[in-house]
């Protein structure tokens, strides 16, 4: 499949994501949580921006290729927090959601890397890069948030985190 499609998928995968994220904000309640939705929704619209000079780079127009692994993931997610006993479940599904989202971006930044690198685009590369760097640090975020969940879940008499 040639790059240009390959990128336009992964500009999708961005959009999706951003709607995720909001989608997830509005149901967080612990500032916690909210404040790492918030700011990854801020940073996945500048990652949005950033892939637009990789399309300028490839001399293409801007565009958007349906992302089914993310839809995939988006629907999964809606399944798990529908199904949520109580507050509490449901924030930590939204902190699995986020983990699985931001491993799927992290594999998919990793393969368009190697395509770029093997058509020698550089700047292509060092975009790429940037924003695999924020998908991966906000994938070290959430798998944080998710373990602290956990350890008040397994220790409710220690006091709440946040
Ligand atoms: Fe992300």
């Given at each position: 499949?040639?790059?240009?499609?390959?990128?336009?998928?992964?500009?999708?995968?961005e959009f999706q994501t951003q709607?995720?994220?909001?989608?997830?904000l509005s149901s967080a309640v612990s500032p916690t949580l909210r404040n790492a939705l918030h700011e990854h929704r801020d940073?996945?619209?500048e990652q949005t921006q950033r892939l637009v000079i990789c399309f300028d780079q490839i001399h293409e127009a801007p565009k958007r290729s349906r992302c089914i692994g993310?839809?995939?993931?988006?629907?999964?997610?809606?399944?798990i927090m529908e199904q949520a006993g109580s507050p509490t479940q449901l924030e930590m599904d939204m902190?699995?959601?986020m983990m699985k989202v931001e491993h799927y971006e992290i594999a998919f930044y990793t393969s368009?890397?190697?395509?770029?690198?093997?058509?020698?685009?550089?700047?292509?590369e060092d975009i790429l890069t940037v924003n695999r760097?924020?998908?991966e640090d906000a994938a070290d975020l959430a798998q944080e948030l998710?373990?602290?969940?956990?350890?008040?879940?397994?220790?409710?008499?220690?006091?709440?985190?946040?």
């Open positions: 499949m040639a790059f240009a499609e390959q990128l336009a998928e992964l500009y999708d995968m709607k995720a994220l909001e989608e997830m940073q996945t619209i993310m839809e995939g993931l988006v629907a999964e997610a809606h399944e902190a699995l959601a368009l890397l190697t395509i770029a690198r093997f058509l020698d685009l550089p700047r292509v760097r924020i998908e998710l373990g602290e969940m956990l350890h008040h879940a397994m220790h409710p008499e220690k006091q709440f985190r946040w």
